[in-house]
């Protein structure tokens, strides 16, 4: 009976996920999140974040079952039932020169996922996780009606706003052959809404709308569905009686379409005398609906690491996206090929400490160094981060066939640059995890 009991929590969790993921309320604050789909997610667990986002050949962290998605090949090392729910939390500030700096905070659940074990080499895993983000709101002012000139009669505001996102289910199975060579794959099903739109408005040199004067807006939605896969491969060397290894991993997310039905509306609207916007005066396109395709770019995840049981661990990762291969209704994004460096570790004192708990606690570390998609006014758009994490065990079911564990991770890191008119954004990205390890569908004897 408590198993199913297990099962229904889980599934109402999950369910409860899935409704929030599907929501388009912006979770991020990020001017740089209004090109292509948003800021993407990278598909990794908190523990991952915390040793700098590496995933490629990471299967057992320190024999600890962990869901690594990155990676579908390492699923074949699940030999509990699984389970990995979490939080995200982050704080952007925003500088740019000759503005004012701000800052922005922003609170989602981040992920629920879930493995079980289907044979002594094999093991199912699905889920539900972010794919991208989106959500910024800014403004760019022109004097002497947006010609530039320094001539101060009215100006123009160019106002931006952006928000929705895109989430990931997935299902995905992992095969080991052997002790050393493992595959897998996972099918994903991406979706959810992108909302953005332009206005350009007229407005006196006070700041205040200009009345009577004829402004316009851009209005475009995105309501995107569709299948995407990932393949991966790891292969591992063991000495030491297996308590040491090095991990040689691949994984590849595959080129290909997903459906976009996009509305886009442009129309006209004034001010009246009090500043208050009235309706729109007519409409210019009005566009509902249409069906075109976003063509979603191949993605290669590169890995090493090296692990000592239950003492540490230390990896390195490389990927390289082909963004510049983006296309939305037949058109290129204009986006470069991204390019990510990671490296990251992790170290448990003494993990049989019975009675110190800071030695059973797993201490992590990890850099980022990520040449993005992004190059604006001929300036590339880099991001630099460390990232700190730590493992918190918990106590273990008195059978021993219970495991608990809650991860925590920091990036802190900067993206963008004052050059050239750009935003730097200086971030905190907060992760919280809670991890579950059991042996569920066990046949009890008694005697």
Do not use: C
């Not at 939605?221 to 030491?240: E, T």
């Not at 008119?421 to 907060?430: P, R, T």
């Amino acid at each position: 009976m408590i198993k199913y009991t297990k099962v229904f929590i889980l599934l109402l969790l999950a369910v409860s996920a899935f409704r929030a993921s599907a929501q388009t309320n912006a979770t991020t604050s990020s001017p740089y999140s209004r090109y292509g789909l948003g800021d993407i997610d990278q598909a990794v667990m908190p523990q991952q974040r915390g040793m700098g986002n590496i995933g490629a050949a990471i299967n057992k962290i320190n024999n600890y079952n962990t869901i690594n998605v990155l990676n579908p090949a390492s699923y074949s090392e699940i030999n509990y039932t699984t389970f990995d729910i979490g939080v995200y939390g982050n704080s952007i500030g925003l500088s740019q020169t000759g503005q004012t700096s701000t800052r922005n905070g922003n609170f989602r659940l981040s992920h629920v996922n879930f493995a079980v074990p289907v044979s002594r080499r094999s093991a199912l895993s699905f889920g539900l996780m972010p794919y991208s983000e989106m959500g910024y709101n800014f403004k760019q002012t022109r004097p002497n009606f947006g010609t530039g000139l320094p001539i101060d009669t009215s100006r123009v505001n160019y106002l931006y706003t952006g928000d929705g996102g895109l989430s990931r289910a997935y299902l995905g199975y992992g095969f080991g052959f052997g002790p050393h060579f493992r595959i897998g794959a996972n099918a994903s099903y991406i979706f959810g809404n992108l909302i953005q739109n332009s206005s350009t408005e007229v407005i006196q040199p006070d700041g205040t709308p200009l009345y009577g004067t004829l402004n316009s807006r851009i209005e475009q939605s995105r309501s995107v569905g569709g299948l995407s896969y990932d393949l991966g491969v790891q292969y591992s060397i063991d000495w030491a009686n297996s308590t040491k290894h090095v991990t040689f991993g691949y994984s590849t997310s595959l080129a290909g379409n997903v459906s976009n039905h996009e509305s886009n509306v442009v129309y006209h609207y004034i001010y009246d005398a009090s500043g208050n916007q009235k309706t729109p005066i007519d409409s210019v396109t009005n566009r509902q609906d249409a069906k075109t395709l976003i063509r979603l770019p191949n993605i290669n995840h590169f890995g090493v690491s090296y692990q000592y049981d239950n003492h540490f661990l230390v990896g390195a990762d490389f990927t390289m996206g082909n963004w510049s291969n983006l296309s939305i209704n037949g058109v290129n994004q204009g986006f470069q090929n991204s390019k990510t460096y990671s490296i990251g570790g992790q170290y448990t004192p003494n993990n049989n400490a019975l009675r110190n708990y800071f030695q059973r606690i797993d201490y992590r570390l990890g850099f980022i160094y990520d040449q993005t998609y992004l190059s604006l006014n001929n300036t590339n758009v880099n991001r630099t981060a460390v990232t700190l994490g730590l493992g918190l065990p918990l106590a273990p079911s008195q059978t021993l066939s219970t495991f608990y564990k809650i991860n925590v991770s920091a990036e802190i890191g900067k993206r963008g640059t004052l050059d050239n008119g750009l935003v730097k954004e200086n971030y905190v990205n907060i992760h919280l995890g809670f991890t579950l390890n059991d042996k569920w569908f066990q046949k009890y004897q008694f005697h």
